[in-house]
């Protein structure tokens, strides 16, 4: 059962630590989507082999005509429906062997939060979070990594407590100016994930 002063660790760590290609895209996809390291990476792909996996005995399931297959094959789709994770019409177990880990890491809530455009960059809007500046509904949310239902994107607003809720505050008008900089410029390179400064 094991010492319950010990989480046990979530997620799994690549077999060979030392590749060259491997840790070169890790790097990449670490610095675009603004995570902290990457063990933060490797917690999302744990998750998107979790549900690999389910597909895949699922399909087996199917094969074998298990009665309750079919069952939960629909509440997998649905749930990744609900994520906003599968975004195709009519989704299949297919469609999730098919996913990839952007596709998780575009749920997160930093980068819904940067996409929406309420932040400079990803790794602004993950340290904004941290601070509590985000809140979705009426619930304040401080952790970057949690995935976002797709009904609750429309939710996200900065919290009523933050500095950042005055539409005239220095953040929000540096970050108007910058944006509409940035589509009066369309040709221009997208910016370099830097970290933006706390209010």
Known sequence: MGDPKFLRRRYETPKHPWEGARMEEEGK???RYGLKNKR???KAQSVLRGFRRQARELQAKLRAGAPQAKRETELLLAR???LGILSVPAPSLDDVLALTIEDVLRRRFEWIVFARQLAPTPWGAR?????GHF???DHRVTRPGYLV???DEVRIVYSPTSPLAADDHA???ALRERLESRAAAPSAPPPSPEGGAAP
């Open 29 to 31: 996809l670490v610095e």
């Open 40 to 42: 933060e990476l490797w």
């Open 80 to 82: 990744l429906r609900r």
């Open 127 to 131: 340290q904004w979070i941290g601070h």
């Open 135 to 137: 809140s979705i509904g």
């Open 149 to 151: 239902p797709s009904d």
């Open 171 to 173: 953040m929000r008008v």
